[in-house]
């Protein structure tokens, strides 16, 4: 009989087998679908702590300590064979989905936004959507590039609606991770490759190319807790004068516990910043006008609370809907 570490480990990987993976990475969804079912797999992923154990960061783990891409009992071959390594590096591993391509829909709500940028993110990882001006962006007919040219790192997102385009001036950037990654380090950079689920074509190229514009001009980044009014207010303060703070959560808030996650909405309303986030609809009530959660589609895209548009949480899609004014110079 299954402990209840078991049982729920048994049914997190059933979830993900039947409604995460499907149509996104096969493998993952036969790999996931084997856990649920075996007894032995289950019994070594319930000693990964809870929050350690979630599929893509598992399956990630195996794959960087080097189990191979393949049906699923090979790959549970593996794993049971390397145990010890697995439950050790899953327990001090975390979910990072550090995606460029995420600067495709944040362009839009930082196109609003007048005169040089200093860009600080909360939960950075290793900074890879702090470089939206060294990025070139294709949106349909649109082609926006650095002033040196086409980059590495080429971004297509479908538009429509009439959003504003330019490329920003940042001018300073610096981020605030709980672990941040550093692009320049091998292991972190395998680590964010081995993140890229198999089947996703073109993610773990874009993700090695933006390792290393990062690597050639690093951020800032900061190791603390954003949810932490002071942790906050001191990396905001030591942006320069005469740049516009512009504070970004592209995709953490639902990774913040709802006690963290309301102290750091206050903290940004208080705070002499922009705030220009990507979120579930439903995730907080601070909409100003308010979104249908149930009728929007896709995330929203805000700025300072107003709802600027839908779009595909790792940028593959914006439908622009701002219904006011934005502009702050």
Sequence with gaps: MRSDAEARVALRYGRFAREEAPGRSELY????????ADDELVRLLARIPATRRQPPLVFAVTRLLGAPEAPYREWAAWVAAHAEAVVDEASRRSLQTNEPQRCAALLPALSTVEGPIALLELGASAGLCLYPDRYSYRYGGIALDPADGVSRVVLECRVTGDPPLRMPAVVWRAGIDLTPLDASEAGDRDFLTALVWP?????AERIAA????????PPLLIAG???DPDVLQAAASLAPAGATLVVTTPGVLPHIPRAGRERLLEALRELDAVWIT????????????????ETWGGFVLGRDTAPLAS????GA?????????VARG
């Design 278 to 293: 990507i979120d579930p609809p439903g995730l907080h009530a601070a909409w100003d006008p308010p979104v249908d959660a």
């Design 210 to 217: 933006a390792l290393d514009i990062a690597a050639a001009d």
């Design 317 to 325: 899609f914006v439908e622009w809907r701002a219904g006011r004014a």
């Design 29 to 36: 969804a036969q790999w996931a679908a084997g856990v649920a």
């Design 199 to 203: 089947g996703e074509r073109g993610r």
């Design 311 to 314: 779009v595909d949480p790792l």
């Design 225 to 227: 807790d954003a949810s």
